[in-house]
């Protein structure tokens, strides 16, 4: 494994802008990801950095070596894509052999043999090993497209939303996987997703994007609980953060604060102004209410057994809010 640079690079694509002025180090064996919605500019960063793009300005190093001018071949990466790229007439045991058998690496058959007996353990597929892939599930063939990354033992493994296609329950499981198997192999993983609970449940560090910008840059819970902006606050957190007039509650406002950023916890039931309810989420071990406060909606988490119906009245008021200027810039308190 390597530690990956990024330093001042940019990328456009004719007048559209993929990504400016990116800087991201990626420490050897961490789990980075990269949160943002479509068009953010995530998957241009992971090409750039496989070398599948050629950036306009800026350095990247992986290893401590410039790869600019190298070949994808060359930078000694591995790209975990959102489709499986499974060859279908192929078994299991063949998929993830191919990238061993390229000639650029000149493995030798035993060798191949034990990395792929290896992978399909870590991976937990090793029953499936002579089956072919056109007989798996959705979530076994994505953990093979996984596994034909692993076997290389690359510098940096770089996935661009591989549980994207998966239904949810696969989804949780895979992460969990994920998360076991980049402690296990102390990988080095620049990850690429929308999702925020991927980002929150399996990254060291997240970086979020938005129109081509790195705008901030921590770990999970840091990025969570003080974001830089109120678009950062908005990326991390489900149900999403409450963004409200500043002085909606009775709230010392710092200078300049044009906005208020309540997350769902944060929003007490029992005193304060009255809201009134519009909807009540039941989801198991938790309810969400969905109130309507002075015109505004307002989404705040209560416990299972608290009782509420829509029409009914209940009063509430803030707890440690985030606020915000009129650019969205976070402002703390005097």
Request: hydrophobic share 40%.
């Amino acid at each position: 494994m390597a530690e990956v640079n990024i330093q001042g690079v940019t990328k456009s694509f004719g007048t559209q802008r993929g990504v400016a002025d990116i800087d991201l180090h990626i420490a050897d064996g961490a789990f980075v990801v990269l949160l943002g919605p479509t068009g953010a500019g995530k998957t241009t960063t992971l090409r750039l950095v496989a070398g599948l793009e050629q950036a306009d300005a800026g350095e990247i190093s992986i290893g401590g070596r410039v790869v600019n001018q190298e070949t994808p071949a060359q930078r000694d990466v591995a790209m975990v894509f959102q489709q499986y790229s499974l060859y279908p007439h192929m078994k299991v045991r063949d998929n993830l052999a191919f990238p061993l058998r390229s000639p650029i690496l000149n493995v030798a058959e035993d060798e191949i043999a034990r990395k792929v007996q290896q992978i399909a353990e870590v991976l937990r597929i090793s029953h499936k090993l002579d089956n072919k892939a056109t007989e798996l599930s959705g979530g076994e063939m994505q953990r093979v497209s996984i596994g034909r990354a692993l076997v290389r033992d690359p510098a940096i493994y770089l996935m661009d939303e591989p549980l994207s296609s998966l239904d949810a329950k696969l989804r949780a499981e895979l992460r969990v996987e994920l998360k076991r198997i980049h402690a296990e192999m102390a990988a080095t993983l620049l990850y690429v997703t929308h999702d925020q609970i991927e980002a929150m449940t399996m990254a060291s560090h997240v970086g979020v994007l938005d129109e081509g910008r790195l705008v901030q840059v921590g770990t999970p819970r840091d990025i969570y609980e003080n974001p830089r902006t109120a678009y950062v606050a908005a990326r991390l957190g489900q149900p999403r953060i409450n963004l409200l007039p500043a002085d909606l509650f009775d709230y010392a406002t710092p200078t300049g604060a044009v906005q208020m950023g309540l997350r769902p916890e944060n929003i007490v039931l029992g005193s304060g102004q009255a809201a009134s309810v519009v909807r009540v989420e039941h989801l198991g071990d938790q309810t969400r209410l969905h109130l309507k406060l002075a015109d505004h909606d307002v989404i705040t988490l209560v416990d299972a057994s608290e009782s509420a119906n829509p029409g009914d009245t209940m009063r509430v008021t803030a707890r440690d809010p985030l606020f915000f200027d009129a650019q969205g810039d976070r402002i703390t308190q005097a």
